[in-house]
């Protein structure tokens, strides 16, 4: 079933009287916006997600070396900290460094992973 989307003046799309009144867009450009990916398929695709700040939890699973790097895109390491003051960016306190240098030695495995970091505090 298509659905007679149209755009208002302000970009939003809708099916009402409110989303085409004067200087209402034309309905192509409801289309879904592309995205510049490319057309793979995205269970080539997996991201991890690493709670660092519980490193040495037994709930944790494994330790930073046992990411199976080698399959996944992108690592999220959870959590450093950002200090407003100097800018600078730190590991959680109780993490240490060596953990943090364990994570960023994963490019070795795999060079074309991606390593994020989440900061907070």
Same mark, same amino acid.
């Given at each position: 079933? +298509? ?30 916006? /592309?995205?510049? +990916? ?9 991201? !991890? =997600? ?7 939890? /037994? ?23 950002? *200090?407003?003051?100097? =800018?600078?960016? /730190?590991?959680?306190? @109780?993490? !240490? ?11 070795? *495995?795999?060079? @074309? ?7 907070? !505090?």
């Amino acid at each position: 079933m +298509a659905v007679n989307l149209t755009v208002s003046e302000f970009g939003f799309c809708g099916t009402t009287g409110e989303s085409c009144g004067d200087g209402c867009q034309s309905k192509d450009k409801c289309k879904q916006p /592309d995205s510049g +990916a490319s057309s793979g398929n995205v269970q080539e695709r997996i991201i !991890g =997600y690493y709670e660092a700040f519980k490193y040495d939890s /037994d709930c944790q699973g494994m330790n930073v070396k046992q990411i199976p790097v080698e399959s996944l895109a992108l690592v999220n390491w959870r959590l450093c900290l950002y *200090r407003p003051d100097s =800018y600078g960016i /730190d590991p959680m306190p @109780h993490v !240490g460094e060596k953990t943090l240098k364990d994570f960023t030695a994963l490019k070795e *495995r795999n060079p @074309h992973v991606v390593l994020g970091v989440s900061l907070g !505090g």
